[in-house]
């Protein structure tokens, strides 16, 4: 048979890398069944992506996008590698094998990825390279439904297409054969990956009755103002700031949790274990450091859990011993000062928010609280290791990369009403918003109007010191352009600064400020 030369039109072309590239990695999802959802091509790539993320881009990041940000991340590989499928495609119909020599590299690519994942063998290269055989083989395939081939004349020339012409058919048919087929490869990978056993696991779960409940919230200490953040932060609603790519999906059975390090014993626990201690319920305020200054990564939740200290006596801490090294299923790791573990703080694993077990986003089944700190050196979700280290001895993934080492939250409030470039009628307007200080808690809040005095707001009733506190000012507002700002004072007597600083790298500072029109 003569050599197969290009005939389809670009479109089928570019088409036949596409839907290579599908297959392979279909093949490569299912194959990830075996050697851990990280193994997986897209996920190792955009796994190694977020951890060479420098600190500026995962701000902008985080400020543009907030949760949805690997989202983008994954909307974004998954448009660069259509265009590149797309071209090999293109390239397959003239240079076969140096299109699939490209296939090869892309494979070798996600598999350098995968087995640079924390945790990974060399099988986690497995996927990957079964993916990039799927895909040269799929190519080779389709481009042989995407030519034409010169045949010898027939008694019935309409029995076959005609000569010079390509095979929609035939084309069209494999196609949707091999895209089927990778849907439902992919499909079973993800579905055999545990997702679903996790979300069963979830619903599964009876919180028992804590043995220190929290008390119940003073009276006053929702302001039930429009516009106004509630006190208590729908779970649906509550930020999630990590580095995840993919979710970890973590089976209550199957959790352990490893205390070593400089410790007189090693500890190990299961769910069951955890569930049988006596738990805690507090009203805690979290706050990622990449909150800008107004911003919306903050939120209040009632969580139930195992003090950490009491885990930690148990252990029995040595001397020296002034990092907790927490590490998550995924790897991530976070280093938290011991002293901040111990100081009787309620510093918690936590096994439950707002009366339900903790949601998979934010780290079912076991996640660590600990109030006053950043979440990035304190609130590590999915919690599967405690080493007792030393700061000088162990470095966390975020402070390798620039941020400190310690980060107690700073002193700050928020304007949550009126908004940006409001348009308000002449008269009284409640100015109001939150602050929070968590574990010095927020003594005063001030607000001014253009350059004027600063004047008092009210503040409702708060449960402790480890919570935000919503905060009214009454303003008999003038016709004209007005900026409005707001500084907090917390229980140490230190002033909120006014001076700006960006959430690199251990938090934002500045007053938070809205413009607004009087008309």
């Not at 997986?40 to 190694?48: C, K, L, T, Y």
């Not at 895909?135 to 309409?158: I, K």
């Not at 089927?180 to 009755?209: D, H, I, Q, T, W």
């Not at 209550?252 to 410790?263: E, K, N, P, Y």
Request: glycine share 10%.
């Amino acid at each position: 048979m003569p050599p197969l030369e290009p005939a389809a039109p670009r479109w089928a072309r570019a088409l036949t890398g596409v839907v290579a590239a599908a297959a392979g990695l279909g093949v490569a999802q299912l194959a990830a069944v075996v050697t851990g959802p990280d193994s997986a091509p897209v996920v190792a790539v955009g796994g190694a992506a977020v951890d060479a993320t420098p600190p500026w881009l995962k701000d902008f990041a985080i400020r543009w996008f907030g949760s949805s940000d690997k989202s983008v991340l994954l909307l974004g590989i998954v448009v660069v590698l259509a265009v590149l499928a797309a071209s090999v495609g293109l390239l397959a119909h003239t240079r076969l094998r140096v299109a699939q020599y490209a296939v090869a590299a892309l494979g070798a690519v996600a598999a350098l990825a995968a087995v640079r994942r924390p945790d990974a063998t060399w099988l986690s290269a497995l996927p990957s390279v079964l993916g990039a055989l799927v895909s040269a083989w799929a190519l080779r395939f389709l481009v042989g439904r995407t030519a034409r081939t010169t045949r010898a004349p027939t008694a019935s020339p309409a029995a076959s297409p005609t000569d010079g012409q390509w095979d929609r058919r035939a084309f069209l048919l494999g196609s949707v054969g091999l895209g089927a087929a990778a849907v439902v490869a992919g499909g079973a990978g993800r579905l055999l990956a545990g997702g679903a056993n996790a979300a069963a696991s979830r619903a599964e779960v009876r919180l028992p009755l804590p043995a220190t409940p929290a008390p119940p919230l003073p009276s006053g200490v929702d302001l039930h103002l429009p516009g106004l953040t509630p006190f208590t932060t729908p779970v649906n609603d509550f930020y999630r700031v990590d580095t995840a790519f993919v979710v970890p999906r973590v089976v209550a059975a199957d959790w352990r949790l490893r205390v070593h390090g400089l410790v007189d014993r090693e500890i190990e626990l299961t769910y069951a274990d955890l569930l049988a201690r006596p738990l805690v319920e507090a009203d805690l305020t979290l706050c990622c450091v990449s909150n800008e200054v107004g911003g919306p990564y903050v939120g209040n939740a009632r969580w139930l859990g195992a003090r950490l200290k009491d885990l930690l006596d148990e252990a029995g801490v040595r001397p020296g011993a002034d990092q907790l090294l927490s590490r998550s299923a995924d790897g991530w790791t976070c280093g938290t000062p011991t002293a901040a573990v111990m100081d009787g703080r309620a510093a918690l694993l936590a096994v439950g928010m707002d009366g339900q077990p903790l949601p998979i986003a934010h780290g079912f089944p076991v996640r660590m609280v600990v109030p006053g700190l950043y979440g990035y050196v304190s609130a590590t979700k999915w919690v599967v290791d405690l080493e007792l280290t030393t700061f000088a001895d162990a470095t966390a993934y975020w402070v390798s990369r620039g941020w400190s080492a310690q980060a107690p939250v700073k002193t700050m409030t928020r304007i949550d009403t009126p908004g940006a470039g409001a348009d308000l009628g002449a008269g009284p307007v409640a100015v109001a918003g939150v602050a929070w200080a968590q574990h010095r808690g927020i003594d005063a809040v001030e607000v001014r109007v253009d350059e004027g005095p600063w004047q008092p707001a009210r503040l409702a009733a708060v449960p402790g010191i480890d919570t935000w506190r919503q905060w009214v000012y009454r303003w008999d507002a003038t016709p004209g352009s007005h900026t409005l700002w707001a500084r907090a004072v917390d229980g140490t007597g230190d002033v909120q600064t006014g001076q700006q600083s960006p959430p690199e790298p251990d938090g934002a500072t500045g007053w938070p400020s809205v413009g607004v029109t009087v008309r």
